[in-house]
């Protein structure tokens, strides 16, 4: 099958290789040297004190929860984003905050936006004690958070005493869109939750990062929910190498995905959303051919492809390390058959 989905991604050879020797111990006890190393070297790229290795990006960001927010207070998030939109209400049911959303069309949360949803200290109001920011945005398209926007967050979140936590399962494709280090987007926040998992293809795993008070609150809220692993330096070997040889190589992903987005124009019975990708995700309407995203995503399923639906009428392909110049064609001859039209 090809996947256009980047969490199907597949460990390389050398990710394999380095599984196969990694020095372990018992990560509960902090003893396992690999996952030190694996946070060590992930907190100097993000550009924060300390990290810590978590299991999934969606225990990563509740753990930042938990750290950060009291129950009973409110978390700023946009109305989209993943926290709201598909981690199982984590954040209302095990963390207790009162998410409080802003809907965009790009997923982009600034200072202006962000504002006018800050209220006064009134016994009518749950506190708000963070603002969460997801760079790249999943659901708008793989949109982007760029440094001066981040900048204007963080002095609102000083000024309002908030902490600021970015979800960046994708910040790495951010940086590369906007040719920036990873730090220049992640540092200036209190947090920063990454996943190694999706354009990096290890296997599974993320970093929270953020300053060693908070990272040590983090640990705690892991162990909470069961997330602690013993000899997870098996894994974390993969996210070394994920990190050393797969951060520069996204532009390729993002050329390819600019390269589906042109072939895709010239389908017909589809509209691409995303015509200039801002990263690696091309989403396309196919209202124009009178066919549900479901029907058209089982059809290419029964050519080989695997792609998202996003009832009722939006497809999404996100590029990645395994997705090739032969499998992005592959897909454009698919699409037009599955449509019904010629190839282009
Ligand atoms: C923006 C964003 N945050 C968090 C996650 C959660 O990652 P995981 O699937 O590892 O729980 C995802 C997964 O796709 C995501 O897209």
Redesign the pocket.
């Known amino acids: 099958m090809l996947n256009f989905y980047d ?1 199907s991604t597949e460990p390389t050879p050398e990710m394999i290789e380095a599984m196969a020797h990694a020095e372990l111990g018992d990560d509960v006890y902090h003893t396992d040297p690999t996952v030190n190393e694996l946070e060590r070297v992930g907190a100097t790229i993000l550009g924060h004190e300390d990290a810590v290795f978590m299991p ?6 509740l753990s930042a929860i938990l750290a950060a927010a009291e129950r009973g207070t409110e978390a700023i998030a946009e109305a989209n ?3 709201v939109y ?2 199982a209400g984590g954040v209302a049911v095990l963390a207790g905050v009162m998410p409080r959303t802003i809907p965009t069309d790009d997923g982009v949360l600034t200072a202006e936006r962000v504002r006018p949803y800050l209220r006064k200290p009134d016994q009518h109001y749950p506190p708000t004690s963070m603002l969460c920011v ?1 760079n ?3 659901r708008a398209g793989g949109t982007v958070t760029d440094v001066a926007t981040m900048a204007g967050l963080r002095a609102l979140c000083d000024e309002r005493g908030l902490h600021l936590h970015v ?1 960046g ?2 910040i790495f494709n951010a940086a590369v869109a906007l040719g920036v280090s990873v730090a220049a987007l992640s540092g200036p926040a209190d947090s920063v ?1 990454v ?1 190694l ?2 354009g990096l293809s290890a296997p599974v795993g ?1 970093l929270l990062a953020g300053s060693a008070q908070f990272v040590t609150r983090a640990r705690r809220a892991r162990k909470l929910l069961g997330g602690s692993m013993r000899q997870a330096g098996v894994v974390a070997a993969a996210g070394i190498v994920a990190l050393q040889t797969g951060i520069d190589r996204l532009a390729e992903d993002h050329q390819r995905a600019q390269n589906l987005a042109d072939g895709l124009r010239l389908v017909g019975g589809l509209r691409v959303l995303t015509p200039r990708p801002a990263t690696s995700f091309v989403l396309v309407d196919v209202a124009p051919s009178g066919r549900t995203a479901d029907d058209v995503v089982a059809g290419l399923r029964r050519h080989g492809i695997n792609a998202s639906s996003r009832p009722p009428a939006t497809i999404r392909f996100v590029t990645h390390r395994q997705i090739s110049d032969d499998d992005v064609a592959t897909l454009i001859k698919t699409i037009t058959e599955v449509l019904g039209g010629s190839e282009p």
Do not use: L, Q
């Open positions: 969490t999934t990006g969606t225990m990563s960001n984003s993943h926290i598909y981690e997801e790249t945005h999943n979800d399962a994708r939750s996943c998992s999706k993320g």
